[in-house]
């Protein structure tokens, strides 16, 4: 069973940045894929990053790369998403979701969620 506690979530202007830290307790997050994905209102849920069990492989939504950089440390059982350059259409709430797998997926195929934080980027 794994927890995950999202934070780092706010309102900020278009072109300012955001650090989203997920906190993650339980066992066997050294080996679980992490991702986030995020869900707007009246939209559904979409893949923003997913990073695998050791930090090597990461995947980007084509709408947040060369903005988003996914990190993990496996130590303090942490998982961040870095972003600049944010646009209105960032809004969402984001969450961060654990899978029990060593590699990442785009798909929600994840097994651990948290309850999200919010994102909201003005105009």
């Known amino acids: 069973q794994v927890q995950l506690v999202e934070s780092g979530g706010g309102l900020v202007q278009a072109g300012g940045s955001l650090r989203l830290s997920c906190a993650a307790s339980?066992?066997?997050?050294?080996?679980?894929?992490m991702g986030w994905f995020r869900q707007a209102p009246g939209k559904e849920r979409e893949f923003v990053a997913g990073?695998?069990?050791?930090?090597?492989?990461?995947y980007y939504a084509d709408s947040v790369k060369g903005r988003a950089t996914i990190s993990r440390d496996n130590a303090k059982n942490t998982v961040s998403l870095q972003m600049i350059s944010l646009k209105p259409e960032d809004t969402a709430l984001y969450f961060c979701a654990a899978r029990s797998s060593l590699l990442p997926t785009t798909t929600p195929d994840y097994h651990y969620w948290g309850r999200g934080t919010q994102v909201t980027v003005s105009a």
């Open positions: 339980g066992r066997s997050f050294s080996t679980n894929a």
């Open positions: 990073i695998s069990w050791h930090g090597s492989t990461r």
